[in-house]
């Protein structure tokens, strides 16, 4: 069955720092791989997808994530925090080969302090 | 453009009490998903409608049940509400040619007294 880990509930960076927010997955076949960032009261904004191709994906709002098959990982990075960067960040993940359900982690909430 | 929208957008019923939520799609998109996100979890799949069919389902009982209309839209309904209903209620439309991005929209929060 896939599923998706988010190892940590909370990430605190300094405003201006490069952050990292973690995610592994597990499917059987080859992933769909997906961020979502969730601001308050608000429902879920689409950042970036890994489908296929380079490995470095670009998305949203200076994010980008690194697809890396062997260790089964998908984090998001970016270079400079912001405080608006805070909300709760969401890993998902599809398995191509099998159905079109998405599965998402638990979430991780990121604090960016000034 | 508009974006997928939800109605209502806050409910509270009391247990034992049916609800019907409901969903528009993104413009061109043909297929809607519904989650449950419980506070402090992350989404968890209910069903997928495309064609007024139901292509598939997660880990819910019958209790939830769902509807897809000729424009696209969707409802879904909830019967013999739990406490463990409340939640965040979140519609997703995709293409089902291109399924790999869906569009949230921004979920009506369920309250169950």
């Known amino acids: 069955a896939q599923s998706v880990a988010q190892p940590e509930d909370q990430v605190n960076v300094a405003e201006g720092n490069p952050l990292t927010v973690k995610c592994t997955y597990s499917v059987s ?64 993940v599809r398995d191509r080969g099998r159905d079109d359900k998405i599965i998402f982690g638990k979430g991780t909430r990121l604090h960016i302090l000034p | 453009d508009a974006g997928v929208t939800q109605s209502p957008t806050h409910l509270i019923k009391t247990r034992g009490q049916q609800v019907t939520l409901r969903c528009s799609p993104k413009s061109g998109h043909d297929t809607v998903s519904w989650y449950q996100q419980a506070l402090g979890q992350g989404p968890q799949f209910i069903f997928q409608y495309y064609e007024e069919e139901e292509r598939q389902r997660g880990n819910f009982p019958d209790r939830f049940s769902g509807h897809q209309f000729p424009n696209y839209s969707s409802e879904l309904n909830v019967n013999a509400l739990l406490l463990g209903d409340s939640a965040l209620y979140l519609c997703a439309s995709s293409l089902v040619t291109s399924q790999e991005t869906q569009y949230f929209g921004p979920g009506t929060r369920l309250l169950v007294l």
């Open chain 1, 29 to 92: 076949g080859n992933p769909y791989l997906f961020w979502y960032v969730q601001y308050p009261n608000r429902g879920l904004q689409f950042l970036l997808k890994y489908i296929t191709g380079d490995n470095l994906v670009k998305g949203s709002y200076g994010f980008e994530a690194e697809f890396n098959k062997s260790q089964t990982s998908f984090h998001l990075k970016k270079p400079s925090a912001l405080v608006s960067d805070s909300a709760l960040y969401f890993c998902a």
